[in-house]
């Protein structure tokens, strides 16, 4: 099985690689872990100044930091694949799902209150109907 897990690098997202990992193990399949930078943390890393590097020294960082987490979780170098996008999460997301094979996609997702889901949308449900392929959502607890 070929996992496209989609984390961002809040807390939680150790849970849904450690999930996503766990299932490639017994499935024998791979993953490819995806960071999209968006929103208040694309916002807080283009007011650093400087030639407009910056974020690509972010996104580097980003695929290296969750390369070490698949590592921390048993996942052989040979059997993952990491990057980072900057973007909306879920155009980014649904634009990755269509260049990189994989049998499921493998997110988190976090408990709203009613006020939440109203003034923030949810990125799960624009996943859920542009997925074409299986979603699996990991529960990250926590109300945003």
């Not at 849904?16 to 791979?30: D, P, Q, R």
């Not at 698949?70 to 059997?79: K, P, Y």
């Amino acid at each position: 099985m070929r996992l496209l897990i989609a984390v961002d690098q809040g807390a939680g997202s150790d849970k849904v690689i450690e999930y996503g990992v766990n299932l490639a193990k017994k499935t024998g399949g791979s993953i490819h872990v995806l960071h999209v930078i968006g929103g208040e943390e694309k916002k807080d890393r283009e007011q650093i100044p400087g030639e407009g590097k910056y974020i690509d020294v972010m996104m580097e960082e980003a695929a290296r930091d969750l390369a070490q987490k698949a590592i921390d979780f048993g996942l052989e170098r040979s059997s993952f694949s990491v990057s980072a996008r900057v973007g909306d999460p879920a155009t980014e997301i649904e634009a990755a799902s269509k260049e990189i094979e994989h049998d499921a996609l493998v997110i988190g997702m976090r408990t709203r209150s009613r006020v939440g889901k109203f003034l923030l949308g949810s990125h799960f449900q624009e996943l859920l109907q542009m997925s074409e392929v299986p979603v699996i959502s990991v529960p990250i607890d926590g109300f945003e």
